[in-house]
């Protein structure tokens, strides 16, 4: 086999891994996904390791799987009764055999007049039960709590729209 098509073969190799991850951390994120439209924490909760650690949007800190599906069943039960979610991969990094860091978008979206855009941070290992999430973080975007539009982004959490730059008020 010459270099380039060891290159090629390589390169397709490294491609279907990725493809493979992406897909598994995707089955991760629909099981959640299902789980918080049910309004299931034990569903919820059931995707993390037993000692996870979890800092949900309303910045509580939980650790264990126990303590995960509390904390859900309180939101579940309070500010996010009735609420939808829908994730978006940004990016995913490989830290070792079996360890990923996800990069995500999170839409939560409260009633009919209300989203929430969060950019949670997960870490995925691979276990006898497959994936699991071992941390997740989710984070609060900046001017991320708004009403609603009349017709929902199928975006899990658009990108924030920039401010314009501020003119400078220095004279020469």
Sequence with gaps: MSGASTAAAGTTQGQQRAA????AVMGVMQS???AWDK?????YAAAFEANADFIHGAGGRVTGRAQVQAAMKALFEGPYAGSKVAYGIERLKLLGTGVLAVFLRQKVTLGSNQTLLLRP?????????????????ATMVAGGRKAAP???SADPAPEPKKAPAKKSSKKA
Excluded: E, I, N, P
Excluded at 20 to 23: G, I, K, T, V, W
Excluded at 124 to 135: I, M, Q
């Design 150 to 152: 009349a017709a929902a």
């Design 39 to 43: 309004g299931d924490a034990a569903a």
């Design 32 to 34: 959640l996904a299902q």
């Design 121 to 137: 941070t997960a870490t995925l290992v691979r276990t006898d039960a497959g994936w699991k999430v071992s941390v997740l973080q």
């Design 20 to 23: 493979a991850l992406r897909q």
